[in-house]
């Protein structure tokens, strides 16, 4: 399987409590709800369209506890988001959770150690994709080790200073292509990213013209 994560980030890169005041408040944030205004008719096609490619889902513990607490309450057969979140199969990283007393219908694995591997084997088990949404400390283990194949990312116009960000614990720089971007008349820009090699490069002045050199790098891996 594909392993796909969806995130929403503000344009300092932060990722917490993007639904509701109440929904992540962890280290004192109170800006939650950061998305509401932005999410216009054109963010809720792009997530739409991302929903119907789930084949599984992935969550960290947190984002799987505020997830389980209100999807299952949104019952409405034409909400695709609901839907597909309801019926997909779940796998959950959790050191306290026990599977027999998961909340979630659908749920059927929890993953308490060797995550990296865990995951890994849920990736060659199946076709399809394995989608992560939210689940900030799970992301960065992703992206460390990485696992992803795909990051599905819409940027709002708004910036909130301190807070989880997407990017926070990066072991070294990596480099995406650009699979897909699209800009919502909110502002909103909703992009596709492949992971590709990071590179850098230099300017010089060559015959009298300005030119890019490529740097060879030693310092990756």
Request: hydrophobic share 40%; net charge negative.
């Amino acid at each position: 399987m594909r392993l796909v994560a969806h995130e929403f980030m503000t344009l300092d890169g932060v990722m917490q409590g993007p639904g509701g005041r109440d929904e992540d408040t962890e280290g004192g944030f109170r800006w939650g709800g950061w998305v509401g205004f932005g999410f216009d008719e054109a963010v809720g096609e792009a997530v739409s369209g991302w929903f119907e490619r789930t084949d599984a889902l992935l969550f960290g513990r947190r984002t799987y506890d505020m997830m389980a607490g209100y999807w299952p309450r949104v019952t409405d057969d034409g909400d695709p988001v609901a839907q597909r979140l309801n019926s997909a199969p779940k796998h959950v990283v959790s050191t306290t959770l026990r599977l027999d007393e998961a909340p979630w219908a659908g749920t059927e694995s929890v993953i308490a150690d060797d995550v990296p591997e865990r995951i890994r084997a849920l990736k060659s088990a199946g076709d399809g994709e394995l989608q992560v949404h939210g689940s900030w400390l799970l992301l960065q283990t992703l992206i460390a080790e990485h696992l992803l194949d795909e990051l599905r990312l819409i940027v709002f116009p708004v910036v909130v200073g301190a807070g989880k960000r997407v990017f926070d614990r990066v072991p070294q720089p990596t480099g995406f292509e650009v699979a897909d971007a699209r800009v919502a008349p909110s502002g909103a820009v909703a992009m596709s990213l492949t992971p590709a090699p990071f590179r850098t490069a230099t300017y010089e002045v060559v015959d009298g013209r300005e030119v890019m050199v490529e740097e060879e790098r030693d310092d990756l891996d």
